[in-house]
Nanobody
Framework: QVQLVESGGGLVQPGGSLRLSCAASGTIFRIYGMGWYRQAPTKQRELVARITSGGNTNYADPVKGRFTISRDYAKNTVYLQMNSVNSEDTAIYYC???????????????WGQGTQVTVSS
């Protein structure tokens, strides 16, 4: 199996910063895209940022210029640096990865359990 474990969530004041981490482990041959999604109360899960295996990134418009996604390929870990946060960033943040488990197999999409980010004074 593949496990994605997020960490770094918590309570942060408006204008503050937070860094999320997500480490993938288990039977992994190759990881393709990795990304962060979030779901606020009463809203659907939405893309925050994504990074390809080649390092190309894309961001949702509300976080452009404030959040940065990065990746440590050796550690199978993806990060989300969140700066200048505001109340609308309050949500559960989920990590996602497209993982090929075996050299002969196809890839599958895996999710972490989520980490709560609350922006409040």
């Amino acid at each position: 199996q593949v496990q994605l474990v997020e960490s770094g969530g918590g309570l942060v004041q408006p204008g503050g910063s937070l860094r999320l981490s997500c480490a993938a482990s288990g039977t992994i041959f190759r990881i393709y895209g990795m990304g962060w999604y979030r779901q606020a109360p009463t809203k659907q899960r939405e893309l925050v940022a994504r990074i390809t295996s080649g390092g190309n990134t894309n961001y949702a418009d509300p976080v452009k210029g404030r959040f940065t996604i990065s990746r440590d390929y050796a550690k199978n870990t993806v990060y989300l640096q969140m700066n200048s946060v505001n109340s609308e960033d309050t949500a559960i943040y989920y990590c996602n990865a497209d993982v090929q488990r075996y050299a002969w197999g196809s890839s599958g999409s895996y999710w972490g359990q989520g980490t709560q980010v609350t922006v409040s004074s």
